[in-house]
Nanobody, 123 residues
Framework: EVQLVESGGGSVQAGGSLRLSCAVS?????????LAWHRQRPGNAREGVAV???????SYADVVKGRFTISKDNVTNTLYLQMNDLQPEDTGQYFC????????????????WGQGTQVTAYT
C-alpha cells in the first residue's frame, strides 16, 4: 500500500527557505512512477508545483521556476522540495503525490496523496 507523509513545513520571512520532505512507502522506484509536489493556496484550487518522473526529468510551475527544486533519495525513499526565496504568494498547504506513470507534468493526474504540510511566508 502506498503511503506518503510530508514534513518540513513552517513559517519564514519572505526571502527565506524551507526544505519539505515526503517519506514514501509501498512504492517501487524501479517500475513506472511519477512523484510530485502540489499546493493549495488560500482561496485557490490545488495546483501542481513540481514533478519528477521515473527518468529524473523535472517540470515546474512557471511561478516557482528558479526558486524551487524537486529531488529524491532512493536509499531513504524520500522526496524533497527545496524552496528558496519564498514569497507571501507561496503560502499554502503543500502535498506530495505519486502515480504509476513513466512521464508526467504539473497538470497530470495523481492517485496517491499525503495529508499536507503548511508553508507560510510573511513580510
Amino acid at each position: 500500500e502506498v503511503q506518503l507523509v510530508e514534513s518540513g513545513g513552517g513559517s519564514v520571512q519572505a526571502g527565506g527557505s524551507l526544505r519539505l520532505s515526503c517519506a514514501v512507502s509501498g512504492f517501487s522506484y524501479s517500475s513506472e512512477h511519477c512523484l510530485a509536489w502540489h499546493r493549495q493556496r488560500p482561496g485557490n484550487a490545488r495546483e501542481g508545483v513540481a514533478v519528477l518522473d521515473r527518468y529524473h526529468l523535472t517540470s515546474y510551475a512557471d511561478v516557482v521556476k528558479g526558486r524551487f527544486t524537486i529531488s529524491k533519495d532512493n536509499v531513504t525513499n524520500t522526496l524533497y522540495l527545496q524552496m528558496n526565496d519564498l514569497q507571501p504568494e507561496d503560502t499554502g498547504q503543500y502535498f506530495c503525490a505519486a502515480v504509476r506513470n513513466n512521464g508526467c507534468g504539473v497538470e497530470s493526474a495523481f492517485l496517491y496523496w499525503g495529508q499536507g504540510t503548511q508553508v507560510t511566508a510573511y513580510t
